[in-house]
């Protein structure tokens, strides 16, 4: 063996993963898509102040900046039907504001709501407050 030719040939350190070539292209292109979309929301977020999903008629996916003096921060609302259905025409909606503070003056408690609407021609009118939840 001479001074110029390796001693041997060592084996990769990292983990070897048989993937096809198939598979790897569309896990690129689905982190693509999922990346592009993401920063579709926080532009959105940042030049509107809000991005706003919409799940039927009622519900929705809403995620906005608080922009206040004392209060700062982010803010998440989902709503989600717990009776009836859109498409009978009656439903109850419960929405769930989460808040996430950078600065605030007082600390700033999650809030859940619950309203029930009917529809009346193409419009939705509130129909008064959900019933109580079973035990």
Excluded: H
């Excluded at 991005?51 to 982010?74: H, M, P």
Aim: with cysteine; charged share 20%; hydrophobic share 40%.
């Amino acid at each position: 063996m001479s001074d110029s030719e390796p001693a041997e040939t060592t084996e990769s350190q990292g983990l070897n993963v048989n993937v096809s070539p198939a598979l790897g292209c569309i896990s690129i292109v689905l982190a693509a898509v999922f990346a592009a979309g993401l920063l579709l929301v926080i532009l959105s977020v940042a030049l509107r102040g809000e991005a706003r999903f919409d799940k039927g008629d009622l519900g929705e996916l809403r995620v906005w900046l608080i922009r206040e003096t004392a209060n700062q921060g982010l803010a998440i609302s989902t709503t989600r039907i717990v009776s009836g259905r859109e498409s009978e025409g009656e439903a109850c909606i419960r929405t769930t504001a989460r808040f996430l503070m950078v600065r605030s003056a007082q600390e700033v408690e999650d809030v859940v709501f619950c309203d029930c609407y009917e529809k009346q021609g193409e419009t939705w009118v509130g129909g008064g407050d959900c019933p109580a939840p079973n035990p």
